[in-house]
Nanobody, 122 residues
Framework: VQLVESGGGSVQAGGSLRLSCAAY????????MGWFRQAPGKEREGVAS???????SYADSVKGRFTISQDNAKNTVYLQMNSLKPEDSAMYYC?????????????????WGQGTQVTVSS
């Protein structure tokens, strides 16, 4: 099982980025998948999740700006980030719970990617 993130970079406030998480060794549409982020000196926080039914969930701080989706043919999960703010700057990680098909009720993300850096300048 391997998760490989890409798509991070530096943008100005108000800009957009699309992060990708390519999964190897299992089908992403069978399990709960999530995006997390961690800024220096801060705790890791959940950003968005998507489950096998396509149900999505978002942190309040990104609702209306970020969209999580998955491409089953490419076995990839995406995080489209629009209207980026400086406070969105962080290392973003993709994670998978390979036990649960649904994210509701709690998920145990046991598999993580290496992360991709997002920097938003004002």
């Amino acid at each position: 099982v391997q998760l490989v993130e890409s798509g991070g970079g530096s943008v100005q406030a108000g800009g957009s980025l699309r992060l990708s998480c390519a999964a190897y060794g299992y089908p992403v549409n069978h399990y709960c998948m999530g995006w997390f982020r961690q800024a220096p000196g801060k705790e890791r926080e959940g950003v968005a999740s998507i489950d096998s039914a396509g149900s999505t969930s978002y942190a309040d701080s990104v609702k209306g700006r970020f969209t999580i989706s998955q491409d089953n043919a490419k076995n990839t999960v995406y995080l489209q980030m629009n209207s980026l703010k400086p406070e969105d700057s962080a290392m973003y990680y993709c994670a998978a719970d390979l036990v649960r098909a649904y994210c509701s009720g709690g998920a145990d993300f046991g598999y993580w990617g290496q992360g991709t850096q997002v920097t938003v300048s004002s």
